[in-house]
């Protein structure tokens, strides 16, 4: 019985300190206030994996950002500012004095307009400090017209601004009027 009780608290003990990672999932807006995906976010060591879904993007190539606030205004979600960049780095993650720690690689929408894709942000976390993507305000994610060329400054010469989504520790935070899901709406109007 003791032998059982000592494992079992070993158990419990080595669970309590690994702990479970911090995940988020947030949702992408475009333009029209319309909910197109979500992106889930997770702690991996000192870096942060992003899973994106979504749907009713143009087909081929679209640079993804980490911006510094967390506001998505639309139509242009310029409120979301420059990109996520606390160590004052130059753009790109092909350049030799960056990248910002907001830049990702580019996703490719199929032919439908989806992506499903997982991307690293490398440097920045989901806990406390200086690099935390949860720091007060939050901070956004945004996806462009077009791809990233990986050098141009300031942002990559991606074009307009497409979607955004807000990271920030409420999940349930507005980002403005609630957006119809443009899928359901077609189911409605099948019936």
Known sequence: ???????????????????????????IYNSSADLI???TLSEQGDSVQVKLKLKGLSTGFHGVHIHEFGKCEGPDFKSAGNHFNPEGKD???LHPEGPH??????????????VEGELMANGVTLTDGKKSLLKEGGTSIVITKDKDDGMSQPG????????????????????????????????????
């Open 1 to 27: 019985m003791r032998k059982f009780l000592f494992v079992s608290l070993i158990f419990v003990l080595s669970a309590c300190q690994s702990g479970t990672p911090n995940v988020k999932e947030i949702d």
């Open 37 to 39: 995906g979500t992106a």
């Open 91 to 93: 753009h790109g993650l």
């Open 101 to 114: 720690l907001g830049d990702l690689p580019n996703v490719e929408a199929d032919s439908s307009g989806s």
């Open 156 to 191: 990559g010469d991606s074009g307009e601004r497409i979607a955004c989504g807000i990271i920030n520790h409420d999940n349930d935070e507005s980002q403005g009027e609630q957006p119809s899901d443009p899928a359901e709406l077609n189911e409605k109007e099948k019936e």
